[in-house]
């Protein structure tokens, strides 16, 4: 078995809506980002790759690079899964806290660990979203942007 953490920040800015662990949710501001700027999705890849001892997303997809222009992070999830697959594992589970004093993010927790699980390759009870406020507290508080942190555990196939 093997533990990874990964923990991203984007800024809001622009128009909304924002794309979160691949889902749209409407919003006044969008993120100032290359990609969708889906924070949460690059939590969980970096999660992963810091399972695998592979660096970071920043590491496999450049932000000088502009072929990932716009690109939706769903793409780099699951080349991500690739690498993971490759390497021998598979996803135990991952548990992902999104924390943003806005937008209200619970209605919308099911489809996105829907979507996750998709890209993942495993069922919905291995993979966990939650969203909590900073009691208007930081720069999340103040919703200057969206934080959020994963972790995983994966686990070698057993061939
Ligand atoms: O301290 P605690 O996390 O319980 O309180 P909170 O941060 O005010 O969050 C209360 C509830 O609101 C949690 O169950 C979250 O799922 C939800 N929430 C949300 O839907 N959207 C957010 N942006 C933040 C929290
Ligand atoms: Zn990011």
């Known amino acids: 078995m093997r533990i990874g953490h990964g923990f991203d920040v984007h800024k809001f800015g622009g128009q909304g809506p924002i794309v979160l662990a691949g889902i749209e949710i409407p919003f006044e501001h969008g993120f100032i980002a290359h990609s969708d700027g889906d924070v949460a999705i690059h939590a969980l890849c970096d999660a992963i790759l810091g399972a695998l001892c592979l660096a970071d997303i920043g590491n496999h997809f450049p932000d000088t690079d502009g072929q990932y222009e716009n690109i939706s992070s769903r793409i780099l999830l699951r080349h991500v899964v690739g690498l993971m697959e490759q390497a021998g594992y598979q996803l135990g589970n991952a548990d992902i806290t999104i924390v943003a004093q806005a937008p209200k993010i619970s209605p919308h927790l099911l489809a996105m660990r829907e979507c996750l699980a998709q890209d993942l390759n495993c069922q919905l009870d291995q993979v966990n979203v939650k969203a909590t406020t900073t009691e208007k507290l930081g ?19 057993d061939e």
């Open 139 to 157: 720069y999340a508080g103040r919703k200057e942007g969206i934080a959020v942190h994963a972790v995983v555990l994966l686990m070698a196939k």
